[in-house]
């Protein structure tokens, strides 16, 4: 069954080791932040260090793995359509809002609706790591500068994940205007056994 994450929300559930996660671009230009978290365990994580040292490069794809912090293999990507995704950035926060948009009221923020949905399972705003930014379409320059720019997803775009441990996973619609080109879509995603 397909599941619907509405624009600039979240959501968090559990996944069995061997199941397979399908996240999925409908429309198309629309990025996901992904944390994830040992089930059994929430204070092994998600660790974009890890994965970007054991795996040696920054553009995380098919047959890559998604480590912890423990240096276990917590996800492998078994199929991505679209190819290009963002393990650098931290999920938009008010205060990313603040500092980087000069934006004065509430915002939505990735930050928020991770740790919103995550409080079910007993996690705190100061235990979400880096997310894994799927489609999050992110150049750097020979200098290091990077450029955040809109995804190169098309409608349609997946990347399907196998989980390796059991696992509590949180999914966001992203709710950065710059990440998404400046419009906000829905996420779908499905758990296939």
Same mark, same amino acid.
Not at 122 to 139: H, K, L
């Given at each position: ?112 609706? +991770? ?36 995804? +190169? ?41």
């Amino acid at each position: 069954m397909i599941c619907k994450i509405e624009k600039q929300s979240g959501v968090a559930f559990t996944l069995k080791k061997g199941q397979q996660l399908k996240v999925i671009d409908p429309i198309g230009g629309q990025v996901s932040d992904m944390v994830l978290f040992n089930a059994s365990d929430t204070r092994e994580k998600i660790s974009s260090g890890k994965t970007l040292d054991f795996e040696e490069t920054i553009l995380i794809t098919t047959n890559h793995y998604l480590w912890s912090n423990r240096s276990n293999k917590m996800m492998r990507i078994l199929e991505d359509t679209n190819g290009r995704n963002d393990f650098l950035l931290a999920p938009c926060s008010p205060e990313t809002f603040k500092i980087m948009y000069n934006y004065g009221g509430y915002h939505p923020s990735c930050f928020e609706n +991770l740790y919103t949905n995550l409080k079910q399972f007993d996690i705190q705003p100061d235990d979400v790591p880096t997310a894994f930014n799927i489609f999050m379409n992110v150049q750097f320059a020979a200098d290091g500068k990077l450029s955040v720019l809109p995804p +190169l997803s098309k409608a349609g775009d997946f990347v399907l994940f196998e989980a390796e441990m059991d696992l509590i996973v949180a999914l966001t619609a992203c709710s950065a205007e710059d990440s998404n080109g400046g419009r906000f879509k829905p996420i779908h995603y499905e758990i296939l056994e």
